[in-house]
């Protein structure tokens, strides 16, 4: 369990070894569990993924209505159907697989921000687009599923709560060198802010394997061709450019993904040789 907090807290503060050492003994002593994910790896875990999903639910209200308070809510019909149907399809299969999650309140906000490349998805099913993936992208339905397949996998996964453990575990460390260095004034965030602070902050490369594989999944399941995963990695690096794509500092990508994800695909359409579109699922779109 230490030797995780390490990897994310230690290098984050440049303290001494004694400091370093009661740090993680503080932080050891609030660890509730280490947990493991579906694909078999070892995860920090500060906060239950039911915690997760309550305090995901206030930084996701919060972050809607501070959107909707400045008019950037899409409301374009066309569009809220293409992003319900194709979302749909895959909360339809993320449930057949994980079947706790048909409880969960799926749905999606499009953001008015056409320079913004991006989606997420926080625990609890609450999820988010950029009107750039569209505009920038021009993507077609099978990339679109790949790109929420994936974003829908970070919170099967509980990646959500890791981020947030990590946010946690950061602003933790930061208090406890606070309190023992006079400098008691710093407060600790709530978790609703962890939650907030987690979207924005980058996956680890093994969790972004982690929904790689099944994000693709999903989207097989769900119907979309495999195929779509390698183009839209390939529109993605040709964002590039001045200033990439933010999907891309939120999801950094291991160095051979393109060649990984090529490699999973003639496997993955055996899951669905016909392509036969799965049901769709209600998703909110939020208004
Ligand atoms: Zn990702």
Redesign the pocket.
């Known amino acids: 369990m230490c030797c995780l907090l390490s990897e994310f807290l230690v290098p984050a503060l440049n303290v001494n070894n004694r400091m370093k050492r009661l740090v993680l003994l503080l932080l050891c002593s609030l660890l509730t569990a280490c947990a493991t994910s579906p694909t078999g790896r070892s995860q920090l875990m500060l906060i239950s993924p039911e915690s997760a999903i309550v305090e995901s639910k206030k930084a996701y209200l919060s972050t809607v209505s501070e959107l909707d308070k400045n008019d950037k809510l899409v409301n374009d019909p066309a569009l809220s159907r293409r992003v319900a149907t194709i979302t749909g399809r895959l909360v339809t299969v993320a449930i057949e697989k994980f079947p706790y999650t048909a409880k969960w309140e799926w749905s999606v906000a499009i953001v008015d921000e056409p320079d913004v490349v991006n989606a997420w998805c926080m625990a609890g099913g609450r999820m988010a687009v950029y009107t750039g993936l569209f505009d920038k992208l021009h993507l077609t339905d099978a990339e679109f599923a790949q790109i929420m397949g994936?974003e829908i996998s970070?919170a099967l996964a509980n990646h959500t709560a890791e981020q947030m453990s990590r946010a946690m575990a950061t602003t933790l460390g930061v208090v406890a060198v606070g309190a023992m260095s006079d400098r008691p004034g710093i407060a600790m965030g709530g978790a609703a802010m962890a939650a907030k602070v987690a979207i924005s902050l980058p996956?680890s490369r093994t969790a972004?394997t982690e929904?790689d594989t099944m994000g693709m999944e999903l989207a097989v399941l769900a119907g979309y061709d495999p195929d779509a995963a390698v183009s839209l990695w390939e529109k993605m690096a040709a964002q590039g450019g001045g200033r990439p794509p933010e999907f891309l500092s939120t999801?950094p990508a291991p160095g051979n993904r393109e060649t990984a994800l090529a490699a999973m695909i003639p496997a993955m359409r055996k899951l669905n040789p016909t392509g036969k579109l799965a049901a769709v699922h209600p998703v909110q779109i939020v208004r």
Do not use: R, T
Request: glycine share 0%.
């Open positions: 994936h970070h996956n972004e929904a999801h």
